[in-house]
């Protein structure tokens, strides 16, 4: 007998991250594991490879799986488990860029160095490289607000996972933006 499609998925419905989570604290199977990687490697490794390179992006993804590993048993229920990812990705990342000495204290009203090069530059290259670039040049946090607005996460979503009040977030974000139009030949 087939099923109507509409009742299919009462019978087996698809589960949360937040129950993927749950699950997998609480027996250890892998297959809980391994379907929230399958959800979240991808979006989370892009992050990670907007603010590093190749290399330290693939490296802080496997921390960032190791770390889920070993805290997903302490029991304590995540809400957003998205969030909850991307916030270990991040203070992996920014630990690293720490040890290594490469990370950037900018202030958010310094002016870009060299703009008029880069828009140069930018003439030469395809609109997706010139709009990587252009990412790659903002400072760090601007960068940071506008990928994770990028990867779905509201102002208050990117306002817990940076740790940072609403009006900073909303000031990197326009801050980046308005970079981002100068950078690009597109502001007034």
């Known amino acids: ?8 998925g009462w ?9 993927l989570l749950m699950d997998y604290a609480a027996t ?17 490794y892009h992050f990670l490879l907007s603010l590093s ?3 330290l992006a693939e490296d802080i993804l496997q921390t960032t799986w190791l770390k889920v590993i070993r805290i997903a048993g302490d029991n304590q229920a995540h809400t957003n488990v998205k969030s909850w990812l991307f916030t270990i990705a991040r203070n992996t990342l920014i630990d690293e860029l720490r040890q290594q000495q490469k990370w950037q204290w900018q202030e958010l009203h310094d002016d870009l160095v060299h ?10 290259s395809s609109q997706l ?11 760090y946090y601007q960068r940071e607000a506008f ?5 779905g996460f509201s102002i208050t979503e990117i306002c817990q996972l940076t740790n940072e009040p609403f009006e900073t977030v909303k000031s990197r974000l326009r801050y980046a933006r308005n970079n981002l139009k100068t950078l690009l030949g597109t502001g007034s």
Do not use: D, G, H
Request: charged residues 25%.
């Open 28 to 44: 250890s199977e892998q297959k809980y594991l391994t379907l929230l990687v399958a959800q979240f490697n991808l979006p989370l």
């Open 115 to 124: 703009a008029s090069n880069l828009s140069k530059e930018f003439e030469k």
């Open 129 to 139: 490289a010139k709009f990587n670039e252009a990412i790659t040049a903002l400072p």
């Open 11 to 19: 019978l087996n419905p698809t589960s949360t991250p937040e129950r």
């Open 147 to 151: 990928i994770f607005q990028q990867e």
């Open 53 to 55: 390179s190749k290399e």
């Open 1 to 8: 007998m087939k099923l109507p499609s509409m009742m299919k």
